[in-house]
Structures are given as C-alpha cells and as structure tokens.
C-alpha cells in the first residue's frame, strides 16, 4: 500500500491527466484523426498525387470522372528551362510541371513521330489524332527546328544545348518515362483536378484557421478575462459591456463585416475568425479569476509584495488553463465550420486555393445527380475534423476535472 500511495504522489497533475485521457478511446480516436490530418497538411505537396501548387493541375478532358477512374497520359516537356526548386519549397507551395498533361485513348510511332488519338470519354472515343515530334516531347527545345538524318534527330535543348539522339532511343525513353498511366482514388472534380488531391490541400487551411484563430482568442479572451476578474470596478464594467455587445452579434455574421473589412483572402479569414472567438475565453477566465482573487495564494503574493501583474500571470493564469484548454478545443471545431462557411460563401480563401468548403459550394448542384459524391467527401472530412476536436474537448474536460477520483489513492 505504501508502494502504490508513493507512485500516485509521484505523478504530476499533467501525468494524471494525461492517464486519464488515455482510458478514452473516443479522445483517442480523435487525436489519431488530428495526428493524421497535421501529417498531411505538414507535409504537403511531398505526398500528395496531384503536387502542383494548391493541387490546381487542370485536365479538362477528364472532368467528374468516378473514384477509381483509370487513364493513359502523354506527358510532354514543356519548352521552358528546368527550375530546381527546394525541400522547403516544395513542402510549402508545392511544384509546378515541367511537362503539359494530354489524356489519350491510343498511341502510335510513325518515324519521328508519336501519333495519339486524344481522349474523350466516350464509349465510342473517336477522338482527334495529332502528332508529336519525339525530340519535342522529351527535351525543351530552344526553338521548333529538328533535323531528321540516318535515325537520329538533331536540335537544341535549353537544358542541355546541342543534341545528336537516336530515334530508337527516344522512344524507348517516351514508354518508360512520358506515357504513364495514373488511376484517380477518389475520381476528379469539374475542373479535371485530382479530388483527393484537392482535400489534402484542403486540411492545411482547416488546421491552420484552427491555430490561428485559437491563438488569437486565448491572448484576447484571457487578456481582458483577467484585468476583469482580478481589478473589477469600473474597468470589469466597460470589459463586460463589450464582451456582452461581440457576443451579442452573430458570429457568421461579425466574421463576414471583418472579412469585407480586412479583404478576401486566407490570413484575413483567419484573423476574423480569431477575433469572433475570444469571448468565451474571457468570460471563463473572468469567473475563475474573481474566485481565485480571493484565495489565500493570492493574498500571501500581495503580503510578500508582488506586483499584480506577477500574480495574475505567475500565480492565477496557470490554475485557469485546464478549462481555457477545453474551450480552445472546442473553438477550434467552431472554427473550422465557420471557415467553411465563409469558403461556401465565397468569403474565404479564394480560388485556385482548396478549401472543404469552396469544394462543397463548387460541386453543389451534382448533390441531385448520380455524382453527389463530389460535394459529399469534403462533408465527411469537415465532419471527420470536427467531431475529432470535439471529442478531444470532451475527453480534456474529464480528465482535467480536479473531482475525479479514479487516479486519487483511497484511505
């Protein structure tokens, strides 16, 4: 019995709240989701398929195709010089082709040309047949003029400057590298873009409103929540009167008049939302701080004579976070449904940049078609994200509430 007591003393508040939150398997389910999803949006355009930038690579010859769509590509080398681009780079804005995307149904060599007939989708393709100078598919010409002798083709790259190449040889690097086959998981959107791709794109924008706009209201909500609670008078008035006035407007509607305030665009849709979001927060931490004002701590900090600044943010702030934490939770699901309301309304990251929302609003009307699933799958992620935080703030609240006895040694 003295083993166990001493173990339990031996843990922290955060050991034993973190025990606790492990027992919830629907908490922990939820931050399996949160991990997997901060995975994606992390790394970005390195595991998307589609890692152009913001997933925006545009085939309009295969637009609303279904999930599991197959086809054959032709990938030919656009006439610009090679940019190398970093690993950091690459992570944050992705990689745009060197190469321009034609979907073909069929393919043939005739000398120094590859022959295809473009795709059409019809049962029937009978697409239009075009010609391709081989050179011209692989190398970046420095101009069109490519000289034909003896089975070999002579032109300039801008890469690579003067070439002598065997027919032969380009064709064989054609089948291997320039005719590809690419299948579609979750099929492609009206615009031809690559549909998983475009929701991967989609979870950076989610998460990041998320921190951001949880962020901004922890600093405003616990900034005015405590000159409230800890001076009162005439100062917790004039603070009360403006949080009773932000919160008396709705929310979607205060987010759009700062939104038209500050601009379209992504950081101002999450400074909006972030500046809707505090009054929560500072409404808590207002009550714990006029409760724990008056406590004994307190007191002996004024005695020893401590600053108030010293005791509201050394002594009082650190025993209001558990709470602060839940609600931030549950903000940040708050903020992501908000963020797709404001895209579906075309008030948040504008296009070509992908949000769940911009998504569900582009694909709306296939909802009474036999391709509802277009607006469906960015709705099953938003609720996938959401119900996630929802249950971690769930699980935060019970493993934080100090009256829970399940960790607690028994007399």
Same mark, same amino acid.
């Given at each position: 019995?003295?083993?166990?007591?001493?173990?339990?003393?031996?843990?922290? =508040?955060?050991?034993?709240?973190?025990?606790?939150?492990?027992?919830?398997?629907?908490?922990?389910?939820?931050?399996?989701?949160? /991990?997997?999803?901060?995975?994606?949006? #992390?790394?970005?355009?390195?595991?998307?398929?589609?890692?152009?930038?913001?997933?925006?690579?545009?085939?309009?010859?295969?637009?609303?195709?279904?999930?599991?769509?197959?086809?054959?590509?032709?990938?030919?080398?656009?006439?610009?010089?090679?940019?190398?681009?970093? /690993?950091?780079?690459?992570?944050?804005?992705?990689?745009?082709?060197?190469?321009?995307?034609?979907?073909?149904?069929?393919?043939?060599?005739?000398?120094?040309?590859?022959?295809?007939?473009?795709?059409?989708?019809?049962?029937?393709?009978?697409?239009?047949?075009?010609?391709?100078? *081989?050179?011209?598919?692989?190398?970046?010409?420095?101009?069109?003029? #490519?000289?034909?002798?003896?089975?070999? =083709?002579?032109?300039?790259?801008?890469?690579?400057?003067?070439?002598?190449?065997?027919?032969?040889? *380009?064709?064989?690097?054609?089948?291997?590298?320039?005719?590809?086959?690419?299948?579609?998981? *979750?099929?492609?959107?009206?615009?031809?873009?690559?549909?998983?791709?475009?929701?991967?794109?989609?979870?950076?924008?989610?998460?990041?409103?998320?921190?951001?706009?949880?962020?901004?209201?922890? #600093?405003?909500?616990?900034?005015?929540?405590?000159?409230?609670?800890?001076?009162?008078?005439?100062?917790?008035?004039?603070?009360?009167?403006?949080?009773?006035?932000?919160?008396?407007?709705?929310?979607?509607?205060?987010?759009?008049?700062?939104?038209?305030?500050?601009?379209?665009?992504?950081?101002?849709?999450?400074?909006?939302?972030?500046?809707?979001?505090?009054?929560?927060?500072?409404?808590?931490?207002?009550?714990?701080?006029?409760?724990?004002?008056?406590?004994?701590?307190?007191?002996?900090?004024?005695?020893?004579? /401590?600053?108030?600044?010293?005791?509201?943010?050394?002594?009082?702030?650190?025993?209001?976070?558990?709470?602060?934490?839940?609600?931030?939770?549950?903000? /940040?699901?708050?903020?992501?449904?908000?963020?797709?309301? *404001?895209?579906?309304?075309?008030?948040?990251?504008?296009?070509?940049?992908?949000?769940?929302?911009?998504?569900?609003?582009?694909?709306?009307?296939?909802?009474?078609?036999?391709?509802?699933?277009?607006?469906?799958?960015?709705?099953?992620?938003?609720?996938?994200?959401?119900?996630?935080?929802?249950?971690?703030?769930?699980?935060?609240?019970?493993?934080?509430?100090?009256?829970? #006895?399940?960790?607690?040694?028994?007399?």
């Amino acid at each position: 019995m003295g083993k166990g007591k001493k173990d339990i003393q031996s843990k922290s =508040l955060s050991q034993i709240a973190w025990h606790r939150l492990k027992k919830n398997k629907l908490s922990m389910f939820g931050l399996f989701i949160i /991990f997997f999803a901060i995975i994606i949006a #992390v790394l970005g355009p390195t595991i998307r398929p589609d890692g152009t930038p913001k997933a925006n690579d545009q085939i309009l010859e295969i637009t609303t195709q279904q999930p599991g769509f197959k086809v054959d590509l032709l990938q030919i080398k656009k006439n610009q010089e090679h940019k190398e681009v970093n /690993f950091f780079e690459r992570i944050n804005k992705g990689v745009e082709h060197d190469y321009t995307t034609i979907p073909i149904y069929d393919y043939s060599f005739e000398g120094y040309n590859l022959v295809v007939e473009k795709y059409t989708g019809d049962k029937v393709n009978n697409g239009q047949i075009v010609r391709y100078n *081989l050179a011209d598919i692989v190398y970046p010409l420095d101009h069109n003029d #490519v000289i034909e002798s003896d089975g070999y =083709l002579d032109f300039y790259s801008l890469d690579e400057g003067k070439k002598h190449i065997a027919i032969e040889e *380009l064709i064989a690097t054609i089948k291997e590298k320039n005719l590809i086959t690419k299948k579609y998981y *979750l099929g492609t959107d009206k615009y031809g873009r690559d549909m998983l791709s475009r929701l991967m794109a989609g979870t950076w924008i989610s998460l990041f409103v998320g921190f951001i706009s949880v962020f901004i209201s922890i #600093v405003i909500g616990i900034s005015l929540g405590a000159l409230a609670g800890y001076y009162r008078g005439w100062l917790d008035d004039i603070i009360m009167w403006f949080i009773n006035v932000v919160w008396s407007i709705p929310t979607l509607l205060l987010v759009i008049a700062i939104t038209m305030a500050l601009g379209k665009g992504t950081w101002q849709v999450f400074i909006a939302v972030g500046l809707t979001m505090w009054v929560e927060v500072a409404r808590v931490v207002r009550g714990q701080m006029l409760s724990l004002r008056e406590k004994e701590f307190v007191e002996a900090g004024r005695a020893l004579g /401590f600053t108030n600044a010293r005791i509201i943010f050394k002594h009082i702030i650190p025993n209001v976070l558990g709470p602060v934490i839940v609600i931030s939770a549950i903000n /940040f699901a708050a903020a992501i449904l908000i963020e797709a309301g *404001l895209s579906f309304l075309g008030f948040g990251a504008q296009p070509p940049q992908a949000t769940w929302g911009k998504i569900i609003a582009e694909h709306k009307g296939y909802l009474i078609t036999g391709k509802a699933y277009l607006a469906v799958l960015p709705g099953i992620a938003i609720i996938l994200m959401v119900l996630a935080f929802v249950l971690v703030g769930n699980g935060l609240r019970d493993s934080l509430d100090s009256k829970a #006895v399940d960790d607690m040694p028994t007399v």
